[in-house]
C-alpha cells in the first residue's frame, strides 16, 4: 500500500498480494481502519448485479506509520549486516 498509499484497494487484491487469508486480513484492516490507520468506504460495483465492495487506502497517519517503519526496517538491516561482517 506505501507503494500508491492514496489508490483504494479491495480487500480480494490485498489478500492475493499479502498471501494473507480473508480471517486473518480482514479483521486487521478493520483493527487498521479503526484506529485511523487507514481509510474505508464501499464503493458502488462496477457492473450491475455485483454486491458493493469495500476498498481501503493508507490514511495521513498510515502512511506516516508505514514510512516510519519502513526506515526502521532498513536501518535494523543495515546494523544487522554491520555487525554480520564484524563477527
Do not use: N
Not at 480480494?12 to 481509510?39: H, N
Not at 469495500?54 to 495521513?60: I, N
Amino acid at each position: 500500500m506505501l507503494e500508491r498509499p492514496r489508490a483504494w484497494r479491495y480487500g480480494y487484491e490485498l489478500s492475493k498480494a499479502t498471501g494473507l487469508t480473508s480471517g486473518t486480513l480482514y479483521p486487521l484492516l478493520m483493527r487498521l481502519s479503526d484506529q485511523g490507520f487507514l481509510d474505508s468506504k464501499w464503493q458502488e460495483p462496477e457492473r450491475a448485479g455485483r454486491p458493493p465492495r469495500h476498498a481501503y487506502r493508507l490514511s495521513v497517519r498510515g502512511a506516516a506509520l508505514a514510512h516510519a517503519t519502513e526506515e526502521t526496517l532498513v536501518e535494523r538491516s543495515a546494523v544487522h549486516r554491520l555487525v554480520k561482517g564484524i563477527a
